[in-house]
């Protein structure tokens, strides 16, 4: 159990357009989705915290205009890079909460590998 | 969140444990410690946490220092599915922020 999915697993856009990645909560309910970046050879950061039917908190440094996310049920969560440049090309991952008593346990989903030319 | 503090790789042998070191020399009464793995081009895994007692589940065992001060995650049967990057963080409970740090990459060698 607890399985997140995204979709697509990697996608080129040119640069200007915009991309929108999906992440999906299989086969529970997440009240709370997080969405991480994460360069080559880097840790990974937290972009984001979403929770179902309210506004995105994002962390310091990242844009809110530029990264948009909706969490419109329990079970989706999409981001929106909008006018994509090459510095935004990174690999994209999301997680998924059952609730504050599982915070820790976070389930993340597979990433997104996302290429600006 | 206190610091944590990871030897950058190791290598270990397939079928042999592998213990991984973790310092968190700053945490505090009421922070976990929890392990993560990331196989490469993949998202997080969740291994294993614990407060103060050891623990043990299906994948890992968790050893806790008395003092709390460093702990070590023990792989009993490493296998050359566990090679990847394994990352210690300690956090409150109910806070849901995971902050990753460089973990340690782990190669298990046949």
């Known amino acids: 159990g607890a399985v997140v999915s995204q979709h697509p697993s990697w996608v080129i856009c040119k640069s200007g357009t915009s991309v929108k990645i999906e992440c999906r909560s299989l086969?529970?309910?997440?009240?709370?989705m997080f969405w991480y970046r994460q360069f080559p050879k880097q840790s990974l950061m937290l972009m984001a915290t979403?929770?179902?039917?309210?506004?995105?908190?994002?962390e310091q440094g990242v844009e809110k205009d530029k990264f948009l996310i909706n969490h419109a049920s329990l079970t989706l969560s999409t981001l929106t890079v909008t006018s994509a440049h090459p510095e935004d090309s990174s690999f994209y991952i999301c997680s998924a909460s059952l609730g504050k008593r599982d915070w820790g346990e976070q389930y993340f989903g597979p990433g997104t590998r996302l290429t600006v030319t | 969140d206190a610091k944590t503090t990871q030897p950058p790789s190791m290598d270990c042998a397939e079928g042999r444990a592998a213990n991984l070191p973790c310092n968190h020399s700053t945490i505090s009464g009421n922070e976990y410690v929890y392990w993560y793995r990331q196989i490469h081009s993949q998202g997080p895994q969740y291994i294993i946490h614990g407060l103060k007692n050891n623990e043990t589940n299906e994948m890992a065992s968790l050893i806790i220092t008395e003092d709390r001060k460093s702990s070590t995650l023990i792989l009993p049967h490493a296998t050359l599915r566990d090679t990847a990057v394994y990352y210690c963080i300690v956090r409150v409970l109910n806070d849901y922020k995971l902050s990753f740090g460089a973990g340690t990459t782990v190669t298990v060698r046949a």
């Open positions: 979403s929770n179902e039917g309210s506004k995105a908190t994002y």
């Open positions: 086969d529970f309910q997440a009240t709370t």
